[in-house]
């Protein structure tokens, strides 16, 4: 509500209507999340459903910690670029392989830092720290 309505929105309101939004708000973020746990319910297993979600993102995620903490010359647009990669390519596993969910995660990490790794070789930021340091 501060953050973000009250900065954007309504700057200069009373007390009242922002508690009167916060409750609306409320209202409505718990019924996005009613229709998305009905939806999920169908999917299987909640094990199996946090697994098949979270895959897009926890190999993504290894790459950047990878690149950040294993490879001193790799850069924040090498770390980004590569964790975009890392998430497109295991969108475009789920979508189009037999591949089983598991193996996403490996997939994404794979992904993540060879693209990183590509970008932080031809990333100017990179050149530039180099040049700074001498």
Not at 80 to 105: E, K, P, Q, Y
Not at 109 to 123: E, F, H, I, K, Q
Request: glycine share 10%; proline share 2%.
């Amino acid at each position: 509500m501060i953050d973000f309505y009250k900065r954007w929105a309504r700057p200069e309101a009373s007390d009242a209507h922002y508690l009167t939004v916060s409750k609306i708000a409320t209202g409505l973020w718990g019924l996005f999340a009613c229709a998305i746990a009905v939806w999920a319910a169908e999917l299987g297993s909640l094990i199996e459903v946090v697994n098949r979600f979270g895959s897009f993102f926890y190999g993504s995620i290894l790459g950047v910690f990878v690149l950040a903490a294993g490879v001193p010359w790799a850069t924040s647009n090498g770390a980004f670029v590569g964790l975009i990669a890392g998430m497109a390519s295991v969108g475009w596993a789920a979508s189009f392989t037999n591949v089983a969910f598991l193996w996403h995660n490996v997939i994404g990490v794979v992904a993540c830092v060879a693209v990183g790794l590509a970008v932080s070789l031809v990333d100017p930021a990179r050149h530039n720290r180099t040049r700074a340091q001498h």
